[in-house]
């Protein structure tokens, strides 16, 4: 079974550039996740979605981030204008809603540094 | 405010030794845990879960304790061993499925 596939793997742009990171879940998992990880801590949900729809977009820093799912499978995160605290490692998760107790299968993560 | 913490930044075990990492969460509405396992420049996989309905819940060398009424739940692994070396983050969640609030994470390093 392919796992949780995402790139670019790295990612280096300056301040107030835009950049945009893709994910492709586990076949037929419906439910997606965006998460950050900044150096030293543990990941923080920015995003949640169900399908298409999203459940859970609470953390999600509005003015310079979105995110899309438009099919219900493959994601884009977007940031624009970047800062230079966005600087952290951005992970894509799926979970399969059929199950009783789904875990989250992690991607590897997209590291971005804003310089 | 941090609804789960991990306040072990690190720990040090002997290859061999039992490894017993801590994690503690306020949030009494929590009631999935996960403990998932990161190298570095990987991401995050999964390890082991326990619902609320069960205090204890066994996967090999691993072994998850739940204290709802401390708040508290641990990972045993014995034996260690240096391939265990990674960060181990603790998760939480309001109902299976839903967002995982996770801890800082707890470096292990198992020493051959």
């Known amino acids: 079974e392919a796992g949780v596939a995402q790139s670019p793997r790295y990612k280096i742009i300056e301040k107030r550039q835009s950049v945009a990171f893709w994910c492709n879940p586990i076949?037929?998992?419906?439910?997606l996740y965006w998460y950050q990880q900044i150096l030293g801590q543990g990941p923080k949900l920015l995003i949640q979605?169900?399908?298409?729809?999203?459940?859970?977009d609470s953390q999600l820093p509005k003015d310079r981030f979105s995110a899309e799912r438009l099919k219900g499978v493959d994601s884009t995160l977007k940031i624009q204008p970047a800062k230079l605290e966005d600087s952290a490692v951005y992970l894509c998760?799926?979970?399969?809603?059929?199950?009783?107790?789904?875990?989250?299968?992690f991607g590897q993560g997209t590291r971005l540094t804003v310089v | 405010d941090q609804q789960v913490k991990q306040n072990s930044p690190s720990l040090s075990v002997q290859e061999g030794r039992i490894s017993i990492l801590n994690c503690d969460y306020t949030?009494?509405?929590?009631?999935?845990f996960l403990w998932y396992k990161k190298y570095p420049a990987e991401g995050p996989t999964f390890l082991i879960s326990?619902?609320?309905?069960?205090d204890k819940n066994e996967d090999g060398r691993f072994t998850v304790f739940l204290n709802k009424s401390a708040k508290h739940l641990s990972l045993h692994i014995v034996p260690s061993q240096p391939g265990d070396s990674a960060v181990y983050f603790c998760?939480?969640?309001?109902?299976?499925?839903?967002?995982?609030?996770f801890g800082g994470g707890t470096r292990l390093m198992v020493k051959p």
């Open positions: 326990i619902s609320s309905i069960k």
């Open positions: 998760a939480a969640s309001a109902q299976a499925g839903n967002m995982l609030t």
């Open positions: 979605f169900q399908n298409n729809g999203v459940v859970d």
């Open positions: 949030n009494s509405m929590f009631d999935y």
């Open positions: 076949s037929g998992h419906a439910t």
């Open positions: 998760a799926s979970s399969d809603t059929g199950e009783l107790f789904p875990e989250a299968f």
